[in-house]
């Protein structure tokens, strides 16, 4: 058994999105607690999200389940059925495939924590993000227009 030390977990702030599309997300931070224990097969995420930060972009997965579990606080579920209201102990997921586009969104005072559960399969996913013109295409981690044009690099 190997127990995961938070504190020597690097911590991600903000979001890889290309501007604009980072912006509702950068208040996020998360531990990637599935690197830190070398998973393969799937991916587990502490996830913080201060107030008014959003999970992600709404997206979908061709390829990759997602789960998430509110531990703390509350956030707005935003998929293609509406807005839903998730509280401590509410979870949602979202099977692979399904064109459902969601995130979470913190609109309370108060920070929000989240376990989030994925898939993994780099290799064969792509990404859509309905509502902007963002897409990753399968076997790819780049960020491109959905005409399929690459956005440029992130500076460092």
Known sequence: MKKIELGNTPMVTGSR???????????????????????????VNLLRLAPGAWSS??????????????????????????????????????????????????????EAVILEIGARHPERDAVDYPDIDLAIRAGRRQFVHKDGTPYPPRPK
């Open 17 to 43: 999105y290309p501007s604009p599309y980072d912006e509702p997300c950068l208040h996020r931070k998360r531990w990637r607690l599935g690197e830190a224990a070398r998973l393969a097969q799937f991916g």
């Open 57 to 110: 972009q709404r997206h979908w997965h061709a390829a990759e389940d997602e789960f998430v579990y509110v531990l703390e606080g509350e956030v707005v579920l935003v998929s293609e059925a509406g807005e839903e209201l998730l509280k401590a102990g509410d979870c949602a997921g979202f099977p692979s495939g399904e064109p459902d586009g969601h995130h979470l969104q913190n609109r309370s005072g108060a």
